[in-house]
């Protein structure tokens, strides 16, 4: 593909509500990243897949918040019962490599939640 | 750790000024050390790189420095123009190889 594609861009939702936010990496990279972005706020780093391996998840802040991954292509990041606190931009990125070799990360445009 | 602190968090120039931006880290095994620009709305998107065994890269009006044994780099941007006005964010590979992110810098370009 072209890039990250990311869906929904925008997702309004219930405290209480669970969400689903997918990422569509770009053809080949074998890392996927997830990161959270808060309002005027850096990158926080959610969880790692890299190939085959168990992904690093000592990012992700609760065990409400999980991810899955299909080989090297297609994640899904699954919020359940959200909170006021989740609302954030939620930003995928895939590299080429992963490990020593981790470069250039290439973002999507982000799914922006919000939770009343 | 991993952490990396970014300063200042808000950068104001005018036009044609120079802009410095500066990050220090503290995990030794970082070997990594790239800057992504985000303009309003958008993604971030690499601009510049350094891996440890240089001291210093160039491209055009942007440059980065890295002192290893300080642990802290920098990003300078010249001849600055109101197109870079964005939030600019430094980020490093430590040990663990997951990309730890600042908090970032705005950076207002007065025409």
Not at chain 2, 65 to 70: D, S, V
């Amino acid at each position: 593909g072209a890039g990250v594609s990311q869906s929904p861009s925008n997702k309004v939702t219930e405290k209480g509500k669970d969400v689903e936010l997918r990422c569509d990496p770009i053809s080949g990279h074998t890392a996927l990243y997830w990161y959270r972005q808060r309002l005027g706020q850096g990158l926080e780093f959610l969880i790692y897949f890299q190939g085959n391996s168990a992904p690093d998840k000592s990012g992700l802040p609760s065990d409400r918040f999980s991810a899955e991954r299909t080989g090297e292509s297609v994640s899904t990041l699954t919020i359940q019962r959200t909170q006021q606190e989740d609302s954030a931009v939620y930003l995928c990125a895939s590299s080429l490599t992963g490990g020593a070799g981790t470069g250039e990360l290439f973002f999507g445009e982000g799914s922006r939640l919000t939770v009343l | 750790g991993e952490n990396v602190e970014q300063h200042p968090s808000t950068l104001s120039v005018q036009e044609g000024d120079s802009a410095v931006i500066k990050c220090t880290y503290s995990d030794s095994a970082s070997n990594y050390f790239p800057w992504y620009k985000q303009e309003l709305g958008k993604r971030p998107q690499l601009i510049i790189d350094i891996r440890s065994n240089v001291g210093e890269k160039k491209d055009q009006r942007i440059a980065v420095t890295l002192n290893k044994t300080a642990k802290h780099f920098s990003l300078h941007i010249t001849e600055t123009q109101p197109e870079d006005s964005a939030v600019y964010f430094c980020a490093h590979r430590g040990g663990s190889y997951i990309p730890t992110f600042g908090r970032g810098t705005s950076l207002i370009v007065h025409p």
